[in-house]
């Protein structure tokens, strides 16, 4: 697993703890901890203890002569990422990455298991056209992740037109040591570098639909401001929400509350029970109360109203570096050996 | 100046120490202060000490018997004002109002001088309506306050047609002791009573039409989420902006820096200079940063950029107990006396 | 269960929720309360749902007409404990109490499983003296406990002398609401009300000899003082030591890392595995990462150091809601059953 | 002035804006800085503006071919410090400098003006020492600043014997981006490195007698343990101190709120009004609420109260950044010009 030193790494570490389809046999790391054990170059930043199979592992250089394994998790910068994971994809490795950097390629899919697993076939459009024996396979953004969940079964029932989106992001989404305390302490930031961009055009991309090798972006706007604020964990993403055919509260409520993922995706082992949360009190979803629903990968939808000027507003909470990031990436591949996709699996 | 002892009463003290027109006579309080000094039962909130002359004023209770003032300032709950406050126009006192009590009311002026300053005259239809010597001027509530003095310069530069409103508001909004510790502490409260309703309607009543004895609502619609966030001081509202006449970011950002509010309210003793203020860093207005701009009177502006829906996006920052609260009525009454429309002064 | 919708009346719910002991069957409440559904009536503050069980209880008045228990757990504040906990011991039940109200009555022993197991032989002097079928067993202050934890084996060890004691205190410790935010954004405060007698007196009677129907207390003195944070849960003190068999910070170590708790508090369901946990990284325990250890049930001790003046240094933590609070009531109760101390069980 | 871009650097800049005796003519910063305007390459984190003459100044390197002045502001990292500071010194230029670096060298001055200004003289003893035409003059670390202020009248009223001391010190001290904000949310964390020897040493240093060309240290003890709190600015300090005439909370009240220090420090442009302040409220002092007391530079004392073990307890306050550092620099420096220590001045 790439780069597992930082903060969504040491989160795959934790989740791929115990997994029942998966065994974490080699951890990389950047260049000046190669070498040392993971548990002596390693700050973990969770309550929990780190594995002790992950403390006596050695840190390796992210390079396929070192590492040949037939499924790879990546954490990796996306600068890095564009180096190095092509390399892995070529040398016959299935990378499923949280990297940004592929996920504009056509022939990457963008994946979410419970919204777009037919999306996972263009594995082969990239085999193909690489002579790659691997693949890239990408997660989306952690904060296009919750709100594309909440998305789907809308899009479904009535068609997406124009979403304003704006979020209030945890810190973990900075990754480790991330944010300044000095600069969040009675605050908070108006501004997540790159952000914007990717939720504006993300959830085109997988709530698009597959034409044979490619991906038509969904015929809808994302309009997209964000935000940091003081929370450790749990993207919280305020909704207005124009859809194609009308419909009030009740209906969407219906919708989202009776949303049934595909079933391909639904007895994974890291399917989230249920897939969309609904709740009815006025001041639900809260990061700190509900960012762990059903493990941290459900995605908590609330607070649906009307709204004086599109369809209705909403409130979508997604653990960020669990659903938005690591475990995202673990359910991925799950759903890819499933589909026969990984090699040797 | 009544109920002195919440968190705006106590804002309202602090403003008025030195003011150089007005002199605090009175104080009044809950029911259960009354007869006390002043100094020993209110909580002190702020770091600076409260000035001894309010130390030693006598709290009262809230009635024209009690306080005979030619102007009143009120920091009152809503349906205690609903109550109070007509007595004391009735018997001869301008009342400057914080309380939503009357907002709606055709005859009340919700006023910002650097906005809507002609509004005042409603005062006259009041007077003559209800045979009153005195009358009731309210401010907007704290989040609309800095909201609708950005949009000012764009609607009379551009007109408005459409805005999307997300916020995310201080602590102190909620009064004190407001939010319990342990609802904020690592979380964020995506709801705030009864606010969203106030931040659709009170813009377009302040940046509405007067037409003789009535105010023609702004033709314009708001959509607004309201969110807390674990910030002391200092309203952000992240905007979405359609304009009548389509305009780019350059020419948003001029009609912003440019504007300059009505003459008659320039040179009041509380006049923000500059009225609005923007900043070009892309993480800026920030609420621990920014909110004492002009000493909490300046509304901030920033990260103007395009929208790919409407025509661009903009964050806006106002000291809410300041500017929202004690300061902006102060500015109200200000204006009131030197429009000749408080008995004596 | 008294008081349960406060927030350690909450925190005894979810504890025994699925106890494999006990079973829940009365819940009271404060008496604007009483006759609602607890799930009604309470403001629930966990992440964790309310046990289904619970929300469909009424909420009772607490009086031993209305509930008719063997075992009786007890969140009452203090003023009304005084009154109403003696009528419960008096008509039969076993009180095991979060009030500090009998903690000083010499024939009440305050109590902790894995320290004094041996003083719960003072419910026979009660009952003997009072009359009583029931009795009062009252669990520690939140911060005495797990200080009183970890001098345990120092003072089985070494002896004791002199102990200064620095908490920084987490805001659950305050209630529901409790501290109000305003208060301790970008602040701490040095005052918690009554704490520090408490610091200074209970450790002594927990860690006194037990003398036929009496307490001496221990022969030593602690000086006290306590400080609230912002942080939800999890209590730091940091202690310095003075041992009367002066030892070095390994010998110490040693002790507190080998300590085994009494034998018939070791296998009771709440008993923490371990008792103590001895970390050995400079900067441990940490609220955030150590108040789960062991379910909550754990004492935490970490920077183990020399000290200039006394023998060593140390901090320790504790989870103040759960072994703080309704767990040690809870561990209480089990050590009670199996001295067979509870009527019926 | 050295090392001007970081937290402290900016604070000096701050402070200086506008000094009637100083006037700033070079900044220097790290060598990837040289040769850029302060303006662009510094991130000033104060919400006032950078001072315009400031942001216009390049950043030079800390060498004395770059910079010659007669007086130097050093913020200089220890481990810098210790190369830079004596080449400033033997080149002509009087040191104020914040680093550690020197500050256990017999003939540097440890300075608090309020405290010992004797010491002061320690400048002639280096200067032939060395044979340097400038000399080095140390402030001490910032929570020993507070806590030494605070002892000395105690010391000159009664003697000290022995000082507990447990800190809960703000973010800034650990500079900027300094502490991440993943690792104080919901959290204290109960080390700072290398803090407790310094509060074990300083004070004892400071509180000295000076002996012809050295100082014997205070005969008194310290026992110290430091925390990190949640808070931007401001150090607490809880002391449990023993008397050498044993006195109780009366008498030290009077000596702590009499305090009058030396004459000749006491008209300078930073020294406090009043030097100590005391307050009698139950929960002061607090950081938010009295950091600012006398500009940052007073320091304040409260919840004296009497201790079963030593004379009694009490609480300090003291803005680390202001008094604890960039400021007491800068009242160093005042003093030594006003004794005519500094060349050309």
């Given amino acids: 697993m790439h780069r597992a030193t930082g903060s969504v790494g040491q989160r795959f570490v934790q989740l791929l703890d115990g997994h029942p389809w998966f065994r974490v046999v080699a951890l990389t790391g950047a260049d000046h901890r190669a070498g040392r054990a993971y548990g002596e170059t390693c700050h973990w930043i969770f309550p929990e203890p780190m594995p002790t199979w992950a403390a006596r592992l050695p840190v390796l250089p992210s390079s396929p002569e070192a590492v040949d394994c037939p499924l790879v998790f990546s954490a990796l910068p996306a600068d890095i990422a564009r180096q190095v994971e092509p390399k892995f994809a070529h040398h016959g490795s299935l990378v499923c990455t949280n990297a940004s950097a592929f996920r504009r390629e056509p022939d990457v899919p963008v994946l979410l298991p419970e919204v777009n697993p037919e999306h996972a076939s263009l594995v082969d459009v990239q085999r193909e056209r690489h002579?790659?024996?691997?693949?890239?396979?990408?997660?989306?953004?952690?904060?296009?992740?919750?709100?594309?969940?909440?998305?789907?079964?809308?899009?479904?029932?009535?068609?997406?037109?124009?979403?304003?989106?704006?979020?209030?992001?945890?810190?973990?989404?900075?990754?480790?040591?991330?944010?300044?305390?000095?600069?969040?302490?009675?605050?908070?930031?108006p501004y997540v570098e790159g952000e914007e961009a990717k939720l504006e055009w993300e959830p085109r991309k997988m709530l698009g639909k597959l034409n044979g090798d490619t991906v038509s972006l969904g015929d809808f706007a994302v309009s997209a401001q964000a935000n940091r604020v003081p929370v450790s964990d749990g993207h919280l993403v305020c909704l207005t929400v124009e859809l194609r055919e009308p419909a009030g509260v009740e209906a969407a409520h219906q919708a989202l509350a009776a949303y049934h993922p595909p079933e391909i995706s639904c007895d994974l082992p890291s399917a989230p029970h249920p897939a969309i949360l609904v709740r009815d009190e006025q001041d639900r979803p809260q990061p700190r109360l509900d960012r762990l629903a059903g493990g941290g990968m459900t995605t908590v939808v609330g607070r649906l109203r009307p709204d004086p000027l599109f369809d209705f507003k909403m409130v979508v909470l997604s653990h960020n570096t669990v659903r938005g990031a690591a475990g995202g990436s673990i359910y991925n591949a799950e759903l890819l050996v499933k589909l026969g996709l990984v090699a040797g699996a």
């Fill in 131 to 189: 002579n790659w024996r691997g693949a890239i396979v990408a997660n989306p953004n952690c904060t296009s992740t919750g709100m594309t969940v909440a998305l789907k079964p809308l899009q479904d029932a009535f068609g997406l037109r124009r979403i304003f989106a704006v979020s209030l992001q945890a810190l973990s989404g900075a990754g480790y040591p991330g944010v300044a305390s000095l600069d969040v302490i009675d605050n908070v930031l």
